[in-house]
């Protein structure tokens, strides 16, 4: 099975701050990383898939980078909006996994 | 529009079997190419991916939970479901059901609101 490790856990950030968050997988998995975002009580939204592209309707602000084992979330100019949970999931090889979640806060 | 709605119990007692469906509105589930999964989520923690299904049957269950899952679909109902047995405690969690993309290799772009499930005597 395919560990991500996300860093860091938790992040309080001032608006209009860049975010910058790190999934590492534990094997090469290509490009098949993707992102997601969580709001509390909500179901969670895909952001990027194979790590760079961005998924219809998503601000510009998000971005993503990395291939083979390492992997990165930005976040350009923080909104207040943006305050969730968010998460990587690998969908390169069986069972596929998740990391266990960056939360970022809004100052 | 793609839309996916959970249903099913939402109180289960030890030992016996969660039940869950997931109903799919605005397109059908034998029109492939999309495979569907269930995920779910530990009440304060993160996601745990549960298994896949094709509108042909073809499925592939996390080995951790293997032994005790079945999902299952319903082509005429545009439906698929989650069936875990023998539940425990731990059992308790958000369930999600959520379409991929296309193959299983794509992310998950639509998913349902989730349904919480409480295992509870």
């Known amino acids: 099975e395919i560990v991500l490790t996300q860093s860091p856990d938790f992040q309080s950030v001032t608006p209009k701050e860049k975010v910058t968050i790190t999934c590492r997988a534990s094997q090469s998995i290509g490009s098949n990383l993707h992102w997601y975002q969580q709001k509390p009580d909500q179901s969670p939204k895909l952001l990027i898939k194979f790590a760079s592209q961005s998924f219809s309707g998503v601000p510009s602000r998000f971005s993503g980078s990395g291939s083979g084992t390492d992997f990165t979330l930005t976040i350009n100019s923080l909104e207040a909006e943006d305050a969730a949970t968010y998460y990587c999931h690998q969908s390169s090889s069986l069972p596929q996994t998740f990391g266990g979640g960056t939360k970022v806060e809004i100052k | 529009q793609v839309q996916l709605q959970e249903s099913g119990p939402g109180l289960v007692k030890p030992s016996e079997t969660l039940s869950l469906t997931c109903t799919v509105s605005?397109?059908?589930?034998?029109?492939?190419?999309?495979?569907w999964g269930w995920i779910r989520q530990h009440p304060g923690k993160g996601l745990e991916w549960i298994g896949y299904?094709?509108?042909?049957?073809?499925?592939y269950y996390n080995p951790s939970l293997q032994s005790r899952v079945t999902i299952s679909v319903d082509t005429s109902k545009n439906q698929f479901s989650l069936r875990l047995s023998s539940v425990t405690a731990a059992d308790t969690a958000v369930y999600y059901c959520a379409r991929y993309c296309s193959t299983t290799r794509c992310p998950f772009d639509y998913w349902g609101q989730g349904t919480l499930v409480t295992v509870s005597s």
């Open positions: 605005g397109g059908s589930i034998s029109s492939g190419p999309y495979y």
């Open positions: 299904i094709y509108y042909s049957g073809n499925t």
